[in-house]
């Protein structure tokens, strides 16, 4: 479709240049410097505004190539961040024995502390 679109807006582009160099077609002098020469206005014109294009283009393009080698920088380091964010919270295949914060105390069991009271000293402000 993109394509399409763009096939598009080129040959409406196309015809405009066309319909506006048969009605401009008048004959001008141009002079720069020590250089004269004569044109037709529509050519002057088109050559003019393709000059400013390509003016455009060369000043914009260091930033271009700069955001590009910086958005690839920033994706590199991304992966590396999510690769070691995986890494640390990867399960471990530890016993019991081995992490004490695994383990619970035979009289702290999981039932037992749904059913306490909360904390008065911790209970938010409001």
């Known amino acids: 479709m993109r394509i399409t679109l763009g096939l ?3 040959l409406l582009l196309a015809l405009v240049v066309t319909i506006f160099a048969v009605q401009n077609n008048a ?3 141009i002079s720069f410097i020590a250089w004269k020469t004569t ?5 002057v014109l088109m050559i003019t505004f393709a000059l400013g294009i390509l003016l455009g283009l ?3 393009t260091p ?3 700069r955001r590009r080698r910086q958005f690839a920088d920033l994706k590199k ?4 961040l999510e690769k070691e964010l995986e890494e640390a919270f990867k399960p471990a295949d530890l016993t019991p024995e ?5 383990e619970t105390s035979p009289e702290e069991k999981p039932e037992d502390l749904v059913d306490q009271e909360p904390d008065p000293s ?4 409001t």
Request: net charge negative; aromatic share 0%; proline share 3%.
């Open 8 to 10: 598009i807006l080129a």
């Open 27 to 29: 004959s001008v002098d």
């Open 39 to 43: 044109g037709s206005l529509a050519l």
């Open 58 to 60: 060369l000043v914009s």
């Open 63 to 65: 930033g271009s190539i």
């Open 77 to 80: 380091q991304l992966q590396s």
């Open 98 to 102: 081995e992490s004490p914060a695994l």
């Open 122 to 125: 911790i209970s938010s402000q």
